[in-house]
């Protein structure tokens, strides 16, 4: 109950972003919401081979955020299906940037329950882990850069080109009417992009944690523990120690609390629902994930503040429904790859994606 031991079974030249960002966080700055670096085993050892360990700090905790975010929206959807018949299940109809900074009425507070709480305290968190992965200019593997006209088009291009490859091979392994709508909008999808390459954008790039999601997180019973920040498995070693925009890891979290619903709604006990019952229970999943994810980018931001870190609002924007887009197409290519039934979910968000607007 005192350290835990992580073994990496594929090993490659360079330091782990696990052991880089972890000592970083250890022992140089004040961020005491992550597991705590002890030490390491490096072969060769001298501090740039391929990492073999982590020793850690262990975590006492109730699970994963994702575990207790199913819980959550599991309980909210009993408490909607309770309402009486003359009562309607709130809906939204606006974008979640639009609700950002707004309160959600009595009766959505009483249908999500406390989580809207814990969507407040992540997204705190989240500004606090940023915030100090930023702190440092006096070092160069993690001192804030600024977004320039170069990192656009580089972004840009990485990010048409995932679409480009991942739609590519959903046409040629899948089919079913919400798949067709998505491969007939590719063009649409592709240049919604675009606004990442048209004005200049401001804000910093900094190291961020690079697979930012629920299962990403303990649930100590008061308070988050961010974990696991060895990035995106597939990736190479260099690609995921990029300096990034923290919007990315944003754009994570917010489609964690999307797939959470969407799981939510694919449980056996939801399907064997009357069909009135499962279309109520879809507009209240959109009102959860909604309010959710508003909750969590105003405290987010309240945080963050004048920061430099986070472009101007209508750049935020407009780089965080880039960055959307993008990790929904990085899903629909992990289903593609792991899980084929699970493709309606990131298709069916998609879809939503690019109906709502940047």
């Known amino acids: 109950d005192r350290l835990v031991l992580k073994l990496f079974r594929r090993l490659e030249d360079g330091i782990n972003p696990e052991l880089e960002v972890g ?22 050892d001298d501090g740039i081979g391929s990492t073999v360990a982590i020793l850690q700090g262990y975590v006492q905790n109730e699970g994963d955020a994702w575990a207790y975010a199913l819980d959550a929206v599991r309980e909210s959807f009993e408490r ?37 709480g814990s969507a407040w305290l992540l997204g705190r968190r989240t500004a606090q882990l940023h915030l100090a992965l930023g702190s440092r200019p006096d070092d160069p593997v993690f001192a804030p850069e600024p977004i320039t006209r170069m990192y656009q088009r580089s972004l840009y291009q990485s ?21 067709e709508e998505l491969l007939a909008r590719q063009e649409e999808l592709l240049a919604r992009y675009t606004v990442v390459t048209g004005e200049r954008i401001s804000g910093q790039r900094i190291r961020i944690h690079g697979d930012y999601h629920l299962g990403q997180v303990l649930w100590t019973g008061r308070d988050f523990i961010i974990i696991d920040f060895e990035g995106e498995p597939a990736r190479p070693l260099s690609e995921r120690r990029i300096k990034r ?27 064997d629902l009357s069909s009135e019952e499962k279309a109520s229970l ?9 309010w959710v994810s508003a909750t969590f980018l105003d405290h987010y931001f309240d945080v963050v503040g004048d920061s430099p870190l986070l472009p101007q609002t209508e750049e935020t924007r407009r780089l965080l429904h880039a960055q959307l887009l993008d990790k929904a197409v990085y899903e629909v290519g992990y289903e593609l790859d792991n899980r084929p039934e699970w493709l309606p979910v990131p298709v069916r968000a998609l879809l939503d ?5 940047p």
């Open 23 to 44: 000592r970083f966080l250890t022992d140089r700055t004040m961020f005491r919401h992550a597991a705590p670096a002890a030490g390491a085993i490096e072969v060769p």
């Open 80 to 116: 909607a299906l309770a309402l009486p018949a003359d009562q309607p299940i709130p809906r939204v109809e606006r974008s979640v940037m639009d609700m950002v900074g707004d309160l959600p009425s009595l009766l959505t507070y009483d249908l999500i329950g406390p989580f809207l």
């Open 159 to 179: 990010m048409r080109s995932q679409a480009a490859t991942t739609l590519r091979r959903l046409s040629r392994e899948q089919v079913g009417p919400e798949v």
């Open 245 to 271: 925009s923290p919007l990315r890891d944003v754009a994570g979290m917010l489609r964690s609390f999307d797939y959470a619903t969407r799981t939510a709604l694919r449980s056996p006990w939801v399907q």
């Open 282 to 290: 879809a507009d209240w999943a959109q009102a959860w994930t909604h």
């Open 353 to 357: 994606l690019l109906d709502e607007g």
